[in-house]
């Protein structure tokens, strides 16, 4: 999938890694190889709100959250980056989530 998608400095990728208990999302520039922003569901910010980590609500969190610190880093476009996962569920929540925040992809 990587092989298809690539981040770039206007649009970087938005990374999803979901585990069985948490899930995290990253933007990442490719091309300078470096991590733009990230969130996850063991975020201070987010640990005490969440009524459990490993649902769709969470996830949905840790997609506005990680918004919300891509506007504060001047990223507005984005390219989503599943990592494999089926586009369902907490991977789905994350995306939307992000869009809700304002991430235009």
């Given at each position: ?8 400095v ?88 992000a ?7």
């Amino acid at each position: 999938m990587r092989d298809r998608v690539h981040g770039t400095v206007e649009r970087p990728r938005l990374a999803v890694f979901r585990s069985l208990k948490h899930i995290y999302a990253q933007l990442v520039d490719d091309d300078a190889r470096r991590t733009l922003a990230a969130a996850g569901t063991l975020d201070a910010e987010l640990r005490g709100a969440l009524n459990g980590t490993g649902n769709v609500a969470a996830a949905e969190a840790v997609g506005r959250l990680l918004a919300q610190r891509a506007t504060a880093a001047g990223v507005s476009k984005v390219v989503f980056d599943r990592s494999g996962y089926r586009y369902h569920g907490r991977v789905k929540a994350v995306a939307e989530g992000a869009r809700a925040a304002g991430l235009e992809f």
